[in-house]
């Protein structure tokens, strides 16, 4: 099934979207106790903004995702940074017991879900993971910020109205990060025996026109990215509805979820 992750979006996904503060790499390396010799799995990995910095703290990361265009994108930006230990590999979370089986003896120190858990089957993946797991190891789920629609803020909220007028619906998808979906998360882990710590991480940064429009972009399926015909006019627009509302602040709550196999 295309998610509408491939094409331009990986692209755009690369240059515009954030990537995670060194504190919450660092706290999957204490909750789980990385060491260099260890296995990690970054499950949709899109590119890379996870997998990367997690790998120079162990011996291999296998980053897997459905869209080879992220894969795609996610090499070379690994290999931009001099980071050559990630297996980039088409899959799903579907494909946990194979990729047990293919590790057979080989247990895995963790497998880490940023910012894409929505779009799996959560409780089958929890209830598949434990195995994989060596003692002490664990599943970090974690939620990058808020969606840009969604902010508490006044350039957010005539966004919001705007992006309605433009799709003529209102955008509401928070993408996993509220806290309803991230107590279902964690109920779920709890129930299929992880001991589960919370690790927040609050940082505010401003954006930009040009992050505020890619970032939209980036969290469009490829079919609804106006054509580039249509985008300076579209940016002209946007440009000046959001003008009186600067600077644009984004709030960036990280929160992430640390469920430790417990042995
Ligand atoms: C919003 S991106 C997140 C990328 C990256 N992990 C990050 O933290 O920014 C979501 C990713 O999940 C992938 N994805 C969608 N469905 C998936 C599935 N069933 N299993 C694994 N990955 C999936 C998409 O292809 C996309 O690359």
Known sequence: MDLGFGGEIADLYHRYRRGYPSGLIGACVDAFSLKSDDLVIDLGCGTGQLATPIAPHVRAVIGVDPEPDMLSRARSAAQDQGVTNVAW?????????????????????????GQA???????????????????????????????????????????????SDWFGTRPANSCGTDNATQQRYRQSLTANGFEVSKVELDYADELDFDHLLGGIYSALPVDRLPSPKERPQLAAELREVLRPYRPYIEQVPVRALLGTKVA
């Open 89 to 113: 590999m088409v899959g799903s979370d579907s494909d946990l017991p194979l990729l047990r089986s293919l590790l057979a003896e080989q247990s895995v120190g963790a497998v880490t879900i």
């Open 117 to 163: 858990l929505h779009w799996m089957d959560h409780e089958a993946l929890f209830a598949a993971v434990g195995p994989l797991l060596r003692p002490g190891g664990g599943v970090m789920v974690v939620a990058n910020g808020i969606p840009l629609w969604l902010q508490d803020s006044d350039w957010s909220r005539a966004l919001r109205e705007w992006l």
